[in-house]
C-alpha cells in the first residue's frame, strides 16, 4: 500500500485518486478521490460517504465552496511542484468554507514545502514518489515561528507576541 | 534601523540550518536540479556564466557598520575580494562556491543578515528611498513600512511559489525615489482629506521585457490595512497570474489583460473577507516597528553659521565645491546634510565596492553617520546623516578611498547591471559601455552643465539595469551573434515616470559614445535656461535627435517624398 505523510507520521494510505478522464464504473469497495468537476457532473448518483475529491491547481475552489464539508478528505493537487496556486486554495477551504476534514497535497509536493503547506491547512502530504518519508518529516518544524497568520496558526507573530505579553 | 529580537533572530538561523539540509542533499544527489534551483533562488543563489551568484539582502538598503565589516571579511575569504550593490539596494558576490554558500549565510545571520527571497518567483526584497527619514519632503518615514512588509513577506506560506518574481516598492514623498511606479507593487504614503496619513497603491509596474507604468488602484489606503490588502493581491495573482508562459506571468500582464479596474475590484472582493481578519495591523505593532526608526541623537547646530563656513571652504577648493553641489543633499534637520559616496568613477564597474573600500565606508559611517549606511537603487552609497561641519573632512577622506567623484544624478552616474562579463541570460556586455561612455566625457564641467540626467543600461531585455526609465536608455542586443545597442530617449522613474521611446536602429559597441555626444549636442541645442534634458526632451520630442543621430534615414525619406 502507498504510503503518505498524514499528521506527523507516515502511514499506509488507501485511497485510490480517480483520473480526471476517467470513464465508466467506479472501482467498488475503495476509498474514492473523484475529480471535482466528476462529483459536479455526477452528484445526484453517487454515494457520498465514501468518496472524497480532488482539485485541481487551475480549478475554481468556489464551484465546491460550501460544501466542501460533505467529504471526509478533499486533496489539492500539484501538477509540478513549483505550482503554488494550491496553497491560495487551500486557505479558502479551511477559512472561506470552513472545510474541517482531511485535507491533502497530491501530485509532486517536495519536502521542502511541508512546512508551507503545513501552514496552509494541509493535514497530510503525499510527495513526490521516492521521497524518503521518514527523513522528511522534520520539514514540517523547519521553522519555530513564523511572521504572518495562516491556516496554523492564524495569528501573525505581533498578535501572539501581544497575547502572550498580556 | 530595526534590531533582531530573539524571534527574528532565531528564523534566520533556522532558515540557515534548512538551507544546509538542502544543499546537503543536493551534493549528495537526493535533491535534483530542477527541485534545488527554485529552494536556492529563494537563497539569492543562481548559477551564473562562469560561476555561482549569491544575492544578500539588504532590506530597504539599510546597512550598519558592523554588518559592513562581515561583508568586507565575506568577500575577502569566500569571494574575489569585492562585491556588487544592485539595483534592488541589495549586495551581490560574484565567485562564492556552492558548498560554502551555507557557510556565508551562518556568517550573514551573526549580523542579522541573509540572502531570503533574492530572487525565485516570491516577494522580493521590498525597497525604498535612499534618504527616508533624512528628508525634507518626506510626509513620514517608509523605513518602518518597509519593515513590517518584510516581515510579512518573509516565508509567507502563501506566496513562496508565485507565477512570477514580484517587487514592492515605499515612498514617503510626494516626489518619487524609489521607482514606485515600475514596481509590482508601489506603495505611496499619503494624507487623506481628514489629514490621516494611509497610502496609495499602484499595481502592476515593471521593466522588463514588457516595461508598463503601474495602475493606481487604490487612492487611499488605511494604515492599519496595509498587511491584509497585500494579502488580497497577492491572492488575486496567485490564483489568477499566468503561468504556462513565464513572458507573460508577470502581475501587470493580468493587470492589463482586466483591466486595472476589474483587478482592483476583484482585489476588493477579496479584501471584504480578509480585511478584518487576525493580519489586520495594530497600533501597537505599528509604533513598536516605528521605534527601531527614531531619530538619531542629532545636535543643535546653527545651519547659517555652517552654511558661511562651507562657502568659505568651496571658494578655496574648486573641487571641494563641485562635489557639494552633486554629492551633498540638503537635511531636515538643521546642520546637516545627507552625503552621496559615487560607486561610478571612472574605469570601476558601476556599483562595485572592494573589501578595504567596504571597510573604509564603515569607518565614514562610524566617524560622520551614526554608524549607518543606505545602499541605492542607483548604487551608490549614502551617508544619510553628516554634519555639515564634517563634509569637508569626509570630502577628503571619501576622495583617498575613491567615493568622492562629484557625478551624483549625472551623465556618468549610470545604472549598469553586470551584464554579459557576468550574467548568462545577457545578449551584451553593459560594463565597458558604461566605462567607454565615463572615458568620453571625462570633463566633469560638461558633464555638470548638463545637470539631472540618467543614463542606463542593461545587458538584455531583462532591464536589470532600468534602461526603460532612463532619460537615455541603452539596451544590448544581439544580431547574429555581434553585440549590438539599442539606445532609447525619455525615460523616467520619478513620479513623472515614462517609459524610453526607441530612436531608431542600434549601432555597435564602438560607436555609442559618439552617438551619445550627438544626443547631448540637441539637448544643448535646444534647451531653455536651466531646463533638464528630460523637459527638452519632452518639449521638443524624439525627432530632433533622431534628424541629428540618423541623417541619411532623413535624406532618403525626404528623396522618397
Not at chain 1, 156 to 165: G, R, W, Y
Not at chain 2, 96 to 108: F, G, H, R, S, Y
Not at chain 2, 240 to 258: F, P, S, T
Not at chain 2, 328 to 342: E, M, N, P, Q
Request: hydrophobic share 40%; charged share 25%.
Amino acid at each position: 500500500m502507498p504510503k503518505i505523510i498524514k499528521g506527523t507520521e507516515v502511514v499506509d494510505d488507501a485511497w485510490v485518486i480517480i483520473d480526471k478522464d476517467f470513464e465508466g464504473q467506479l472501482p467498488i469497495g475503495k476509498l474514492l478521490l473523484l475529480p471535482m468537476q466528476y462529483w459536479l457532473d455526477n452528484r445526484e448518483k453517487l454515494n457520498l460517504t465514501v468518496a472524497g475529491i480532488w482539485i485541481d491547481s487551475d480549478e475554481s475552489v468556489e464551484l465546491v465552496g460550501h460544501e466542501a464539508n460533505l467529504f471526509p478528505l478533499i486533496a489539492v493537487n500539484f501538477p509540478i511542484f513549483t505550482d503554488g496556486r494550491g496553497f491560495s486554495i487551500a486557505r479558502l477551504l479551511r477559512e472561506r468554507y470552513e472545510f474541517n476534514g482531511q485535507l491533502r497535497a497530491i501530485g509532486n509536493p517536495i519536502q521542502d514545502q511541508l512546512f508551507y503547506l503545513k501552514r496552509c491547512g494541509f493535514t497530510s502530504f503525499d510527495l513526490k514518489e521516492g521521497t524518503n518519508l521518514e527523513a522528511a518529516i522534520s520539514s514540517l518544524d523547519d521553522f519555530d515561528k513564523s511572521y504572518q497568520g495562516a491556516i496554523i496558526p492564524p495569528e501573525p507573530l505581533f498578535i501572539l507576541n501581544s497575547l502572550e505579553n498580556n | 534601523m530595526y534590531l533582531y529580537n530573539e524571534q527574528d533572530q532565531k528564523i534566520i538561523e533556522q532558515r540557515v540550518a534548512q538551507f544546509q539540509n538542502q544543499t546537503d542533499r543536493y551534493l549528495a544527489g537526493e535533491l535534483s536540479d530542477d527541485e534545488f534551483l527554485p529552494l536556492r533562488l529563494q537563497n539569492g543563489l543562481y548559477i551564473q556564466r562562469l560561476a555561482p551568484m549569491l544575492r544578500i539582502a539588504v532590506p530597504y538598503g539599510l546597512l550598519n557598520s558592523i554588518q559592513l565589516r562581515k561583508l568586507a571579511h565575506i568577500t575577502r575569504l569566500y569571494d574575489k575580494g569585492y562585491c556588487h550593490v544592485t539595483t534592488r539596494q541589495n549586495i551581490q558576490l560574484n565567485w562564492p562556491k556552492l558548498e560554502d554558500v551555507p557557510k556565508i549565510l551562518a556568517e550573514l545571520a551573526q549580523v542579522e543578515m541573509h540572502a531570503v527571497q533574492t530572487s525565485g518567483n516570491c516577494i522580493r526584497n521590498t525597497t525604498s528611498d535612499q534618504f527616508a527619514g533624512a528628508s525634507r519632503d518626506e510626509l513620514e518615514d517608509p523605513r518602518p513600512w518597509c519593515e513590517i512588509i518584510r516581515q510579512w513577506s518573509t516565508f509567507h506560506p502563501e506566496f513562496a511559489f508565485l507565477p512570477r518574481k514580484f517587487k514592492i516598492a515605499v515612498s514617503g514623498t510626494d516626489g518619487d525615489r524609489a521607482a514606485i511606479q515600475v514596481h509590482d507593487i508601489g506603495i505611496q504614503i499619503v494624507k487623506n482629506s481628514s489629514n490621516e496619513v494611509g497610502f496609495k497603491i499602484y499595481v502592476g509596474g515593471g521593466l522588463g521585457r514588457t516595461p508598463v507604468i503601474g495602475s493606481i488602484i487604490r487612492e487611499f489606503l488605511p494604515q492599519k490595512d496595509l498587511l491584509t490588502y497585500l494579502d488580497a493581491i497577492l491572492r488575486v495573482y496567485n490564483r489568477h497570474g499566468n503561468r504556462a508562459n513565464k513572458y507573460k506571468a508577470r502581475i501587470k500582464i493580468l493587470v492589463k489583460a482586466w483591466t486595472p479596474e476589474i483587478f482592483a475590484q476583484e482585489v476588493e472582493d477579496e479584501w471584504d473577507y480578509t480585511k478584518d481578519t487576525p493580519g489586520k495591523l495594530t497600533l501597537t505593532e505599528i509604533n513598536r516597528v516605528k521605534g527601531h526608526f527614531t531619530l538619531p541623537p542629532y545636535e543643535i547646530l546653527d545651519d547659517k553659521k555652517l552654511d558661511e563656513e562651507i562657502k568659505t571652504q568651496a571658494k578655496k577648493n574648486i573641487a571641494f565645491d563641485k562635489w557639494l553641489k552633486r554629492n551633498v543633499r540638503a537635511h531636515k534637520i538643521d546642520g546637516y546634510s545627507s552625503v552621496t559616496l559615487s560607486l561610478k568613477p571612472t574605469g570601476v564597474a558601476p556599483g562595485d565596492l572592494t573589501d578595504s573600500q567596504l571597510e573604509a565606508i564603515a569607518e565614514l559611517a562610524d566617524e560622520f553617520s551614526f554608524s549607518e549606511v543606505r545602499a541605492t537603487h542607483n548604487q551608490n552609497i549614502v551617508l544619510a546623516d553628516v554634519k555639515k561641519s564634517n563634509l569637508y573632512n569626509l570630502w577628503e577622506k571619501a576622495k583617498m578611498s575613491g567615493f568622492a567623484t562629484p557625478n551624483i544624478n549625472t551623465l556618468t552616474d549610470m545604472i549598469c547591471c553586470p551584464g554579459g562579463d557576468f550574467c548568462s541570460l545577457a545578449n551584451a556586455k553593459s560594463i565597458p559601455i558604461a566605462e567607454s561612455i565615463q572615458r568620453k566625457f571625462e570633463d566633469i564641467d560638461y558633464v555638470h552643465d548638463l545637470g539631472d540626467l540618467s543614463l542606463n543600461i542593461s545587458g538584455c531585455m531583462n532591464a536589470c539595469g532600468h534602461h526603460h526609465v532612463g532619460n537615455i536608455g541603452i539596451l544590448g542586443v544581439d544580431k547574429k551573434g555581434a553585440e549590438f545597442y539599442q539606445i532609447q530617449l525619455g525615460g523616467s522613474s520619478g513620479i513623472d515616470a515614462s517609459l524610453a521611446k526607441v530612436l531608431g536602429p542600434s549601432f555597435g559597441e564602438s560607436e555609442v559614445p559618439d552617438v551619445i555626444e550627438k544626443i547631448l549636442s540637441i539637448y544643448v541645442e535646444n534647451r531653455k535656461d536651466d531646463e533638464l534634458f528630460i523637459d527638452t526632451y519632452r518639449r521638443i520630442g524624439i525627432d530632433p535627435f533622431k534628424e541629428k543621430v540618423y541623417p541619411e534615414n532623413l535624406a532618403r525619406k525626404k528623396r522618397g517624398k
